[in-house]
């Protein structure tokens, strides 16, 4: 084992999503999620998640994710399955995943559910109020020494 120093990985900024066309991508993601566009060019459009986005660019170059996938974390998992099936998208598995038009696989992922944790400003900032955990996940990141009363 080298003796180097190495950056710390924190987390992720962004995801980039191949799309064919930006003003469908949005109009899509938006039949399915409650978002806010961050900023929009010719060739990219970011929709806003607080601290973090999504960057759906111009262009897809590459064929249908198979297990290539991102976990979308949603305050509530039940109106994207209304969405879903109001657009006629079926989940890949038995979990929430499915694909975009372009191929793009999301799996959707509840907040309270996952160790994945937004600052209380940001959340705040982003209108989600207070967002709690399940004793489950609490009790994981107490082992990680990563809960609020840890």
């Known amino acids: 084992m080298s003796d180097e120093k190495k950056a710390r990985a924190l987390g992720i900024n962004h995801v980039v999503l191949e799309v064919g066309d930006l003003d469908e991508g949005l109009e899509f993601y938006g039949k399915i999620f409650d978002f806010k566009l961050r900023r929009k060019t010719d060739q990219n459009a970011f929709i806003d998640l607080g601290d973090q986005f999504i960057q759906l660019a ?7 994710d198979d297990k290539r996938h991102f976990g979308f974390v949603v305050d509530d998992r039940e109106p994207v399955l209304g969405a879903l099936e109001r657009l006629g998208i079926k989940s890949i598995n038995d979990r929430l995943n ?10 959707v992922v509840s907040y309270d559910d996952i160790q994945f944790t937004k600052a209380a400003h940001v959340l705040k900032g982003m209108g989600a109020g207070a967002l709690a955990k399940t004793a489950n996940v609490i009790e994981e990141l107490k082992k990680k020494n990563m809960s609020p009363d840890a």
């Open 58 to 64: 111009l262009g897809k170059t590459q064929g249908p």
């Open 98 to 107: 499915f694909r975009d038009p372009w191929g793009n696989r999301i799996e």
